[in-house]
């Protein structure tokens, strides 16, 4: 009989040794729900302004297919939606709502929301006066790809969307599938995910510090 202290400690040796693990949550994406996905322009007002309370809705109805509870704070504006400044939502945009973020303890939990084509876009975060933030990534929902340094994935040029196609540094590819863990290779190094039929994410990080955050992309506001 396996001790729960002895699952715990080989777990975490199979986690920190690069493997991801897999149980019972794990789902063959043939049977996940398909997700709407509408037109850049949806997410746009007459007058070329980001409509966030569309793309809202547009998360909301995610939520429901998956079967996500839409609890009262993602009524509430603790849950947002942004654009990142480039005007293109539908594929560089996400959700997302900061569950906590705890300086003294040093410690964050947050949903991440991406519908079908999104991506969130490449970034890092640096050391400031605190130290540089560290992250793990969890599909709940969907499924997505996450992108790191290293070696770059072969044929990873034709995933990686025309916006960043020129300037992403983080080309070395890995697919989680629902339940399954990634994490970031090390402190400062470039990152981004991309959900190809759209996913609901958690991260598992240390203290978000928002004046370390750094994009590849030049325009890009947060």
């Known amino acids: 009989m396996i001790r729960r202290r ?61 079967g996500y509870p839409i609890v009262p704070r993602l009524r509430s504006e603790e849950f947002w939606a942004v654009d990142f400044g480039l005007g293109n939502f539908a594929e560089v945009g996400m959700g997302g709502i900061f569950w906590v973020n705890n300086e003294k303890d040093n410690y964050f939990g947050h949903d991440i929301y991406l519908l079908p084509g999104q991506m969130i876009p490449e970034h890092r975060h640096v050391k400031t006066d605190f130290s540089p933030k560290m992250e793990g990534w969890q599909t709940r929902h969907g499924w997505v790809y996450i992108y790191g340094e290293g070696d770059p994935t072969p044929g990873v040029e034709n995933r990686i969307p025309p916006s960043h196609r020129e300037i992403a540094n983080a080309r070395a590819e890995k697919k989680l599938m629902p339940g399954e863990v990634g994490e970031l290779g090390g402190p400062e190094e470039w990152h981004w995910m991309y959900a190809p039929e759209g996913a609901i994410v958690t991260e598992y990080a240390t203290y978000h510090d928002g004046s370390g955050l750094r994009f590849s992309h030049p325009d890009v506001v947060f």
């Open 6 to 66: 002895d699952f715990i400690v080989s777990a975490t040796a199979a986690t920190l040794a690069g493997f991801t693990m897999k149980g019972k949550v794990m789902a063959e994406t043939k049977n996940s729900p398909k997700i709407k996905k509408y037109p850049n322009e949806y997410f746009y007002k007459a007058d070329g302004t980001f409509d966030e309370a569309k793309a809202k809705q547009a998360y909301y109805e995610m939520f429901e297919a998956f």
